[in-house]
């Protein structure tokens, strides 16, 4: 299908909008934009960071998955505590594959699940005693620890628990951190104010524990990677460009990190952030204490590679310099070879995402090396900088969309039938099922690393196995298979 004019898509919004009663429809019109790359700022054309309709289905997650399921859970080395009932904790264990190196249950935790466990008489009594309970068990069935999170949920900040409080006694008796997190599910408007009282946690309970301390032998090459997750090992596969450049990485969080990392990071030279959204509070807190400059960067897909990783060197001298030239130079034979076999099989074809974090920007580069076009992209979470910096990144006259409800996801999709969608595992079986090809673009579809050169290899091969899998050729959406006889022959009796 040719890609729609301007006109085209704003009709087609307009189109959409039409279903929703006058109020609903006044609001979401401010959500859905068609992109115009001459715009400085996006709030000229798309509002974000508002509060979904109610009644009307969204994606998001809460205040306690951007704190306990991004920022604070992957950190392997400490235990967190989901402090609330069992459910939160559980849906938010080992779900986004933070990989890690270590033993879990021994030195390493992220994918055990912890949780006070509330029940009815936790919240008419209050749940402080327990959470003290908890930690001093913690302490002697984990004796290798390094720290304790406290994750609130839901009732935490309705019945008024004192988490700090307990917090702070916890960190005498067992003699590590312990960190609250006022991070409960209702605050906000999704999981990104998750993100950002996890980093004001992280400011006020952890990074100041070293100051002062002389002792980290530093170096003119030290950074710290942040808002990387390591998922399916992205951070890993970043790492290793990093450092053949010529630069040590002294932190990683938080994906394969330790609160040891974390403590040292405002030692480091530069912070480099992968996903701004949710890390970028932190990095400007260490720019205007420590005077740490921070620089965002895009590992997906060899041209933002490349970019990224002359953009980093600038901030150094000639020796990282020549080290980037020399990385650009080692990996090009490995892309091109990617390019050449995938790029035939993939080139002209239409994709459209609708993710979280980073990834509506930064992976349209990656699609653009293999010769696919993004038709359309949208946040889960997104903030008005999100969309400034993705504006530049899209064409002109393609749909962008926030909170984007499951209806007008649907009809847009129909509208514009992209040849492949990139979302999320709420998404990933009603496209199937309308005989479309998916890729979970969360945590990769159990694939991954996609971030790096050897990522990339791995991320063309998933859009092809995807895109061109001849069962898509035998799909028929259900609601659309013709009535058996039988049921006809019932039917008419």
């Not at 087609?12 to 715009?39: C, F």
């Not at 400085?40 to 399921?69: H, L």
């Not at 950002?196 to 090459?221: C, K, Q």
């Not at 099922?433 to 694939?447: A, L, T």
Request: glycine fraction near 10%; hydrophobic fraction near 35%.
């Amino acid at each position: 299908m040719a890609a729609l004019t301007r006109e085209e898509t704003e009709a087609l919004i307009q189109e959409v909008l039409e279903v929703y009663p006058e109020q609903a429809r006044k609001d979401r019109a401010k959500h859905l934009a068609v992109n115009d790359q001459s715009l400085e700022k996006s709030n000229k054309c798309i509002t974000s960071n508002r509060k979904s309709q109610p009644g009307v289905m969204t994606i998001r997650g809460c205040a306690y998955a951007g704190s306990k399921g991004v920022v604070w859970g992957p950190i392997k080395d400490m235990i967190h505590i989901s402090h609330g009932p069992v459910g939160c904790g559980q849906y938010s264990r080992a779900g986004r594959r933070n990989y890690y190196v270590g033993t879990t249950g021994v030195n390493t935790f992220g994918t055990m699940n912890f949780t006070s466990d509330f029940q009815e008489k936790d919240i008419v009594f209050g749940g402080d005693k327990k959470l003290a309970k908890i930690m001093l068990e913690i302490e002697e069935l984990f004796p290798l620890h390094k720290g304790i999170s406290i994750q609130s949920e839901c009732p935490i900040g309705l019945i008024g628990d004192d988490i700090e409080a307990v917090a702070k006694k916890a960190n005498k008796e067992i003699g590590k951190p312990v960190v609250p997190v006022r991070c409960e599910g209702f605050r906000g408007v999704s999981q990104s104010l998750g993100h950002h009282i996890a980093n004001d946690a992280i400011r006020d309970w952890v990074l100041e524990n070293r100051d002062g301390d002389e002792s980290f032998p530093t170096t003119p090459y030290d950074v710290a990677v942040i808002g990387d997750y390591n998922i399916g090992g992205d951070a890993w596969a970043s790492r290793t460009l990093l450092e053949e450049m010529g630069l040590r990485v002294v932190a990683q969080w938080s994906g394969d990190g330790t609160i040891a990392e974390m403590e040292k990071t405002p030692k480091v030279k530069l912070n480099l952030i992968h996903c701004y959204r949710s890390m970028n509070y932190i990095a400007r807190h260490m720019e205007e204490k420590y005077k740490i400059p921070w620089i965002e960067y895009n590992f997906f897909g060899p041209t933002k590679i490349a970019e990224s990783l002359r953009k980093i060197a600038a901030l150094f001298d000639e020796t990282i310099q020549a080290g980037a030239e020399r990385v650009i130079a080692k990996y090009q034979a490995e892309y091109d070879a990617v390019i050449a076999k995938y790029k035939p099989r993939l080139q002209g074809k239409r994709v459209m995402l609708y993710v979280g974090g980073l990834r509506p920007r930064h992976v349209i580069g990656a699609y653009e090396d293999l010769g696919m076009e993004v038709v359309g992209t949208g946040y889960e979470f997104g903030h008005n900088d999100d969309y400034d910096r993705t504006i530049k990144e899209m064409g002109n006259a393609t749909l962008i969309y926030d909170d984007v409800t499951g209806y007008e996801f649907e009809e847009f999709v129909k509208r514009v039938q992209p040849d492949l969608i990139g979302s999320g595992i709420k998404e990933k079986y009603i496209f199937q099922k309308m005989g479309i090809p998916f890729r979970q673009m969360h945590s990769w579809d159990y694939s991954g690393p996609y971030h790096g050169y050897d990522g990339f290899a791995i991320f063309a091969r998933d859009m092809d196995m995807t895109l061109n899998n001849p069962c898509w050729k035998q799909v028929k959406a259900p609601w659309k298979t013709e009535e058996s006889p039988k049921v006809a022959v019932a039917a008419s009796a």
